[in-house]
């Protein structure tokens, strides 16, 4: 990893990544966090070779078993030195102008957290509508000051809580959130599973006219309101996918519920 300049205390900037074999995308994104005071790695039972390539870059390796995603980021909040934090995945990338806003806004920041807009790939088209409801974001509150972000225990889209100050960043981590539509749809499928079980173990259950409703909604969402129209074929992958995601989970509870009582 490059020797980053100096920041003062106050300004000094972690990142953090949490992986699950991803030796795959983690060249690419440990090269673009480079440039931050300290990258630290946290790597969720990865059988692959991500170790060697966070050890590589120089990057702090945590290692250990999460089934759920907030103590499995809080490990990694707890691991960084640095008072900043930017958390970035596996399959995102630091662009070199989002690396100099940051360093020049964390010279005087009061703590708190920034919202950084999301640039969408799909393979190697950028996907600028649609997203939402379930199926990816365009902008997440991915800088914050140590104690300013907390998460939730659910296993899909786990809830965050914010304190102190609040900032919005102009230039976007890049995304590559999927390599195929083949791809997006599998990730509908582990979602949906993840959100059936949370509610499952909630003893919830999504009644079936407010799951039509939803499917109706978040189609609309996508593809109308929220221009997915724009993209063609893709635009109708992703309001398919959000359409599609309440259905799954409630058909997958009821699954669950039925295994349960015949266990």
């Not at 390796?61 to 958390?87: M, Q, S, T, Y």
């Not at 399959?91 to 703590?111: K, Y």
């Not at 976007?172 to 997006?184: F, K, Q």
């Not at 039509?212 to 109308?224: E, G, L, N, P």
Request: hydrophobic residues 40%; contains cysteine.
């Amino acid at each position: 990893m490059t020797e980053p300049q100096s920041a003062p205390s106050s300004a000094r900037l972690s990142i953090l990544i949490v992986a699950h074999n991803e030796e795959r995308d983690l060249p690419g994104c440990l090269a673009s966090a480079a440039f931050a005071d300290e990258v630290v790695v946290v790597l969720d039972r990865s059988t692959d070779g991500s170790k060697a390539i966070c050890a590589a870059a120089g990057a702090v390796i945590v290692e250990g078993a999460w089934p759920i995603e907030g103590p499995r980021r809080h490990a990694g909040i707890d691991a960084c030195a640095g008072p900043w934090i930017l958390e970035l995945d596996a399959d995102e990338r630091v662009t070199p102008a989002l690396a100099r806003e940051l360093r020049e806004i964390l010279q005087d920041a009061a703590p708190g957290a920034w919202l950084v807009p999301i640039e969408n790939y799909i393979g190697t088209r950028k996907v600028r509508y649609g997203w939402g409801a379930y199926n990816g974001v365009p902008s997440k509150w991915s800088l914050f000051t140590k104690g300013s972000k907390s998460w939730g225990d659910q296993r899909v889209h786990p809830a965050t809580r914010l304190d102190g100050a609040r900032g919005r960043l102009v230039h976007p981590i890049m995304h590559y959130v999927d390599s195929s539509l083949t791809d997006t749809f599998a990730r509908l499928n582990r979602y949906s599973e993840l959100a059936a079980a949370d509610l499952a173990d909630a003893g919830r259950a999504p009644s079936g006219l407010a799951t039509f409703r939803r499917m109706i909604t978040r189609f609309w969402k996508s593809y109308v309101s929220r221009g997915g129209w724009r993209e063609g074929f893709y635009g109708v992958a992703l309001g398919t996918f959000s359409a599609l995601y309440p259905l799954f989970v409630y058909l997958k509870v009821r699954e669950l519920k039925l295994q349960r009582t015949h266990s």
